[in-house]
């Protein structure tokens, strides 16, 4: 008995860091902010991160920042709807998990009582090519399931632009024009005095 349990702890090991790398695979991508004025207009962008909208967000604050100071913008990641991101966690811990045990040399085969195939020799003989190769793959995996394609904006929690929608980022002179329409609505509306809250 002492033998056996001598002879899974590998594998035990590997469940273990296979089951924490599955809980803490959150690859949580900070809100960004700009602008001081608590109460004036807020913008908000949610870009597709994976998909490299990181840029044009920044290029948008910039722009927004010259032009209209008193707007509040944040940005943040637009989460790829359904399971796709659980999806995307999963490949991830089983990325990490295959690295490990062909990193580790470790025979999951003979653990299991079964003849260990030629393949999996074959990956354990050339470890940095294996590893490699999973490590692309899974990332290539990864990528496309939460690749969402998004760049949806809003103004003061109303939607007044979505890529998913139209297809394309709007071009600055289209938010300006929407920016001064809302502003202008915005301003044109006088909060009634004798309204209880």
């Known amino acids: 008995m002492d033998a056996i349990s001598r002879k899974h702890v590998p ?12 809980l803490t695979a959150e690859k949580e991508i900070p809100v960004t902010k700009f602008g001081q004025n608590v109460g004036g207009p807020t913008m908000t962008f949610l870009y597709c991160y994976s998909c490299g909208y990181r840029k044009a967000f920044d290029d948008y604050v910039n722009i927004l920042s010259e032009k209209y100071p008193q707007i509040k913008v944040t940005g943040g990641n637009y ?29 999951i085969f ?60 709007p071009v600055p002179q289209e938010l300006f024009q929407i920016i001064d329409n809302q502003l202008q609505f915005g301003d044109k509306i006088q909060e009634n005095p004798d309204f209880v809250k």
């Open 110 to 169: 003979g653990a299991l009582g079964q003849q260990t195939p030629s393949w999996w020799r074959h990956l354990v003989d050339n470890k940095l090519y294996a590893c490699m190769m999973i490590f692309f793959v899974g990332n290539m995996l990864e990528g496309q399931l939460v690749s969402s394609g998004a760049f949806e904006i809003t103004l003061n929690d109303v939607p007044v632009w979505s890529k998913l929608q139209t297809g394309r980022i």
């Open 79 to 107: 989460n790829p709807p359904g399971m796709n991101m659980y999806f995307s966690k999963m490949i991830f811990a089983i990325k990490i998990l295959l690295i490990v045990v062909i990193v580790s040399s470790y025979d």
């Open 11 to 22: 594998l035990i090991c590997i469940i273990l860091f296979f089951g924490f790398s599955l």
